[in-house]
């Protein structure tokens, strides 16, 4: 995959974290997805999994890099996610050393890009508005889920 490749709405990888985001939605979920790729090809995908097994840490990311298993290194990896990555999953992007995460959008939830960039990490972000009217039609009709969620 070439740096333009990842730059669009329409990477695969990209489409791998949204389909995950619409498939945490489906099941009553958080809908926010994430995929950990190589060169181009999708190693896991996972979504939010707060709701469907009550575990507060399951966010997209870390669900994605759960299912992705042991990887002897992610200095190759992109981590893509339809939502900007919180602390604690910028926290451990810094931590496995990803170096770089594509980003499907961050109005609705604005993350922790200055910390990614102050450790070297690239941040692409998409701005899909897919994932916004996702994101935001979500929030509306579920604040307190939400609020659960990024701990406010
Ligand atoms: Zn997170």
């Not at 790729?37 to 997209?60: F, K, L």
């Not at 339809?82 to 961050?106: D, H, S, Y």
Request: proline fraction near 3%; hydrophobic fraction near 40%.
């Amino acid at each position: 995959m070439t740096q333009s490749d990842a730059q669009t709405s329409h990477d695969s990888a990209f489409e791998a974290a949204y389909q995950a985001a619409r498939k945490s939605l489906g099941e009553g979920g958080i809908p926010i997805g994430a995929a950990l790729a190589r060169g181009g090809v999708v190693i896991a995908s996972g979504h939010n999994e707060r709701v469907q097994n009550g575990d507060p840490i399951a966010h997209g990311e870390m669900s994605a890099l759960r299912a992705a298993g042991r990887q002897k290194s992610y200095r190759d990896t992109t981590l893509y996610t339809t939502l900007a990555p919180c602390a604690m999953c910028t926290g451990t992007i810094i931590q496995f050393k990803i170096p770089r995460v594509v980003v499907g959008e961050a109005r609705t939830f604005g993350g922790e890009f200055e910390l990614l960039r102050s450790r070297g990490v690239e941040v692409v972000v998409l701005d899909d508005q897919r994932c916004v009217d996702m994101m935001r039609t979500f929030q509306e009709e579920n604040p307190e889920l939400w609020a659960e969620d990024i701990a406010e």
